[in-house]
């Protein structure tokens, strides 16, 4: 059974920073595709950013030098470092995952499997 657990959510201020994890468990890690997306009140969920299981990564114009996507193969846990926040970075955060090597696209539909998501929450 496929299950996958974020963690690392909370309250910050503008400007601060926080890191979410993920760990996945009952599926083959390493060849999957994972991926973080983000939905807040009223918003339909986007991506973030998503890692091919080699590592590769790609990240939405929002999240571009600001967020970094990591992935540890052998501890089964993917990472979001998250800096510079502002209010608009304010929803719940979800860890994906889809059963193939490489990520092509940011469209939810694709990922397989998804965890319960943690709420990540800026204040200005």
């Known amino acids: 059974q496929v299950q996958l657990a974020e963690s690392g959510g909370g309250s910050v201020e503008t400007g601060g920073s926080l890191t979410l994890s993920c760990v996945g468990s009952g599926y083959p890690f390493s060849e999957y595709c994972m991926g973080w997306f983000r939905q807040a009140p009223g918003k339909e969920r986007e991506g973030v950013a998503r890692i091919s299981s080699g590592g590769a990564t790609a990240y939405a114009e929002s999240a571009k030098g600001r967020f970094i996507i990591s992935r540890d193969n052998r501890k089964k846990t993917m990472r979001l470092q998250m800096s510079r926040l502002t209010p608009e970075d304010s929803a719940v955060y979800y860890c994906?995952?889809?059963?193939?090597?490489?990520?092509?696209?940011?469209?939810?539909?694709?990922?397989?499997?998804w965890g319960q998501g943690t709420q990540v929450t800026v204040s200005s």
């Open positions: 994906a995952a889809v059963s193939r090597y490489y990520c092509y696209s940011f469209a939810s539909h694709e990922f397989n499997y």
